[in-house]
């Protein structure tokens, strides 16, 4: 079965970093044709995009020069380093794939992990 894992969410203050983790398995996604992505779901409010990486790298403008997601492809695993963060970041953040696509939209997903808390308080 499918699983993506997400962890390193946690609690910090305005401006501080956090470094979040996404183990796949199930499957293997390759860097060619399958997206990874993040998404994040504050209370009251959509799923959005946040950041997606295949053969290039895609970010939401809310966090483009904040936000950079990696992959290591020989531990299927996808990351997103978070700095200079804002209380407008506080929400679950999911990790996604999109497998032959993009990964860019909320619709295009095909796999979705169960989500981390990422709180951002003064």
């Known amino acids: 079965q499918v699983q993506l894992v997400e962890s390193g969410g946690g609690s910090v203050q305005v401006g501080g970093s956090l470094r979040l983790s996404c183990a796949a398995s199930g499957r293997i996604f390759s860097n060619e044709y399958d997206a990874m992505a993040w998404f994040r779901q504050a209370p009251g409010k959509e799923r959005e995009f946040v950041a997606a990486?295949?053969?290039?790298?895609y970010y939401s403008d809310s966090v483009k020069g904040r936000f950079t997601i990696s992959r290591d492809n020989a531990k299927n695993t996808v990351y997103l380093q978070m700095n200079s963060l804002k209380p407008e970041d506080t929400a679950v953040y999911y990790c996604?794939?999109?497998?032959?696509?993009?990964?860019?939209?909320?619709?295009?997903?095909?796999?979705w992990g169960k989500g981390t808390l990422v709180t951002v308080s003064s």
């Open positions: 990486i295949r053969r290039n790298a």
């Open positions: 996604a794939a999109d497998v032959l696509g993009r990964g860019t939209s909320v619709a295009d997903i095909d796999y």
